[in-house]
Every structure is written in structure tokens, then in C-alpha cells.
Nanobody
Framework: QVQVVESGGDLVQPGGSLRLSCAASGTHFSLYVMDWYRQAPGKQREWVARIQVDGSTNYVDSVKGRSTISRDNAKNTVYLQMNSLKPEDAAVYYC?????????????WGQGTQVAVSS
């Protein structure tokens, strides 16, 4: 089993910044495709960003230009740096690890970390 743990959620003011972290277990982390999702109250879970094995990234339009996803394979960790936060960014943020090989291949989710944006 692969364990995924998010951290870094907090209450921030509009216009503020936050860095979320996602640590995933396993010896082949560098081969995992990592995604961030978010879910606001009463809404469906929404994909936010992806980082591929080669470091290439994709973002949902609503965070493009304000957010950066990155990975540190030596630390088995993915980050989501969010700047210029808006009230509509408030949600529980989830990390998903896609494990491509081995007996644990499959998708693994963390429990989420809460981001609140309010003055």
C-alpha cells in the first residue's frame, strides 16, 4: 500500500499565499504521476494540477498563473504553491498518487488538507 499525506492547509487572507505539501510512500516515487484536487462545500471534487514524471505540469484555468506544482523526488514530496489566493480557492485539497508499476499499482488518495480564504 502507498500512503499519501497532505499538509500545509491554513486560513489565509485574500491575496495571500500558501504552500501545500504531499508526501507519498514507496520506493518508486519518481515514477508516480501526482495530482492535486480540491473540493469546496457542496461542490464536486475538481482537478487542480498535475506533475508528470518528467516534471511537466498542467493546471486548471482558474489557478493558472497563480499556482505552481513541483516535486522533490529525494523527499517523496509534491508541493502546490498558491499565490494571490481568492475566496473561491477555499476547499479541502487532496493529493493523488498514480503508481504505475509493481504490486501496489493504482491510484492512492490522501485525507486532504483544509484551505480557508477569508478576511
Amino acid at each position: 500500500q502507498v500512503q499519501v499525506v497532505e499538509s500545509g492547509g491554513d486560513l489565509v487572507q485574500p491575496g495571500g499565499s500558501l504552500r501545500l505539501s504531499c508526501a507519498a510512500s514507496g520506493t518508486h516515487f519518481s515514477l508516480y504521476v501526482m495530482d492535486w484536487y480540491r473540493q469546496a462545500p457542496g461542490k464536486q471534487r475538481e482537478w487542480v494540477a498535475r506533475i508528470q514524471v518528467d516534471g511537466s505540469t498542467n493546471y486548471v484555468d482558474s489557478v493558472k498563473g497563480r499556482s505552481t506544482i513541483s516535486r522533490d523526488n529525494a523527499k517523496n514530496t509534491v508541493y502546490l504553491q498558491m499565490n494571490s489566493l481568492k475566496p473561491e480557492d477555499a476547499a479541502v485539497y487532496y493529493c493523488k498518487a498514480a503508481v504505475p508499476i509493481g504490486p501496489d499499482d493504482g491510484d492512492y488518495w490522501g485525507q486532504g488538507t483544509q484551505v480557508a480564504v477569508s478576511s
